[in-house]
């Protein structure tokens, strides 16, 4: 069986951030640590932080290998995970 390409097609927040569930995860995590005060949930979301991170640049090499040009255009109108930061 043929794999079939898909097309880059950004609905919604995608439109906007390329990865919106990792944002979600840090911004979850940072809600805990803001509910419970805690130190320790600190301190964890800040080690998550690396992996995730390097995760995010092995996805978005592997979408310009898979898209290309088309991948290049759509990170050049959005941002990885905070609007107009980063």
Known sequence: MTPVRQN???IAVH????HPSYLGLLVNSLGWV??????????ITALIIPPLLARIRAEERLLRTEF????D????????????LY
Do not use: N
């Open 8 to 10: 880059l097609t950004p």
């Open 15 to 18: 439109g906007v951030i390329r």
């Open 68 to 71: 290309g040009a088309e991948y």
């Open 34 to 43: 803001l509910a419970f005060r805690s130190g320790v949930g600190l301190l």
């Open 73 to 84: 255009a759509y990170r050049a109108r959005t941002s990885r995970l905070i609007p107009g």
